[in-house]
């Protein structure tokens, strides 16, 4: 068979080459795929494991602690790779959530409230009932800071988990979950901005407020020197960890504040193109000022969004779980778990939680007349969804790593993640793929 490339020649991976035909498109393959994410998270959490649990125990620990410092003036920067890969790649993750949050809510669902009535709704009930599940099991004891941990969805996992189930799996299906998991990512960000954060720093938060008034007057001002909001964003992100906030909502807040409206439009920048095509002799400045043009057709939020994704899914998210689910799995530890109030709360709150109040809240909802719950929403295909979404994991993870100070409890806890998260995708693929197709006319609801 003819090897079908729609990538240019010029490049390596449109070239002739066996290196590129081989190994460069099929690796590029996999990552447009829906569930390489997921995969590769999946991937670096069974390393943890297997690290963590084998004779070379120590090395995982040893190199995750390892320090890194730096001091520029007065300043003395200084944190191990784990609270670098916590506080800063982490930031880059949360940006990423913050530019998709900013795209759905100028483009997507969450403008319309007729359309994000029905998932905000959902994924209201999908945090309160299991941080209530899990309080239930841990309040007045040493793990009741945890009742954020199974609030989150991770988006990654979940979409993934659809895409396995294929034509079953309507666009409304995946459009509900999506929206849903976004207005999730809110409500965790709230809550890691409002309960996890540790004493305040005025001098920091001034000095962050300031910055980020900068960034908003160069946004007014049309200054789109990239380069420029890179070092005041950063200097942003520094200022935000040295104040007690955690360092990921400055990602948020960077991601929220990035326009999502483009400069030109579509058809302004199709003139320009056809100036280009009429001029008899074609200057290099003329080819650059046209490219500009095209290029400002395209919100700049989006573009950065593209530039990022990958870098946030199959890079960063990765890292994170490496260093995160590293859990020593011997007996007396899931023996300990087996019993612990913490784990039991986790799991609870993932599969049972996120099921009932997701179902729950749209039902009631629905009653009160103040949504519509489609038919391809309805039953089976609503609790098998809310069932996804009790895949806690990434942001469960992180919440988890800022909950507790005790590695025993944040060890209990991660169990009850992996454990909750592997049921929830079980069980609500087991669901989903007992429900019947949905018909063509589904997506056109």
Known sequence: ???????????????????????????????????????????????????????????????????????????????????????????????????????????????????????????????????????????????????????ATDIAFAIGVLSLLGNRISRQMKVFLLTLAIVDDIGAILVIAIFYTSDLSSNWLLTAAILLAGILILRRLHVWYLPVYIVIGVAFWLAVLESGVHATIAGVVLGLITPAKPLQSEDEARSWARWLQMQDHIHTDDVRRVGFHIRESQPVSLRIEELLHPIAGYIIIPLFALSAAGVELSGDVLSDAASSRVTLGVILGLVVGKTVGISLFAWIAHRLGWVTIPKSLAGSHMVGLSMVAGIGFTVSLFISRLAFDDPTIADESKIGILVGSLIAAVVGMGILSRTESPPKYADKA
Request: hydrophobic content about 50%; aromatic content about 14%; cysteine-free.
């Open 1 to 151: 068979m003819a090897d079908k490339n729609p990538l240019s020649d010029l490049t390596f991976l449109g070239g002739p080459s066996r290196l590129a035909r081989y190994i460069g498109r099929p690796i590029h393959h996999f990552a447009a795929i829906e569930a390489a994410g997921g995969v590769l998270m999946l991937i670096a959490t069974v390393a943890a494991l297997v690290w963590v649990n084998s004779p070379w125990q120590d090395s995982y620990f040893d190199f995750w602690h390892t320090h890194v410092s730096f001091s520029v003036g007065d300043y003395h920067f200084e944190h191990d790779l784990e609270h670098i890969v916590q506080d800063g790649l982490m930031a880059v993750f949360f940006f990423v959530v913050g530019l998709e949050i900013k795209r759905e809510m100028v483009n997507g669902q969450l403008r319309d409230p007729r359309f994000a009535a029905l998932p905000a709704v959902a994924a209201l009930g999908g945090m309160v009932v299991p941080a209530l599940v899990y309080f239930a099991f841990n309040a007045g004891g040493p793990g009741q800071d945890g009742w954020g941990i199974p609030m």
